[in-house]
């Protein structure tokens, strides 16, 4: 999967959730009154989407998700795929 880095704001978005939800369950509804000073709903709710289509977060029903732990994310999802492509460029260049 080719992916982009996470926005200033979704990393925001996600410990800010994680801050007052930890790894317990919550609902849009929730996530809409704990963000809603400082994003709006449609920038809160695309965020929740692509953040749930990455892995960060898992989709439990229509409205309830559940956060994963960023230390997993960030091992599973960006280095490996970095350092699996870090190991090719070095065995060509030697």
Request: a positive charge.
């Amino acid at each position: 999967m080719n992916m982009r880095w996470l926005k200033k704001r979704e990393v925001i978005i996600y410990f800010l959730l994680f801050k007052k939800f930890r790894y317990e369950k919550f609902n849009i509804g929730d996530a809409f009154s704990i963000l809603g000073p400082y994003f709006s709903k449609k920038v809160t709710y695309n965020s929740i989407s692509y953040m749930t289509k990455i892995g960060l977060i898992t989709k439990l029903s229509n409205v309830e998700y559940r956060l994963n732990p960023f230390d997993d994310f960030v091992l599973s999802f960006l280095a490996k795929p970095y350092l699996e492509r870090r190991v090719t460029l070095r065995r060509r260049i030697q």
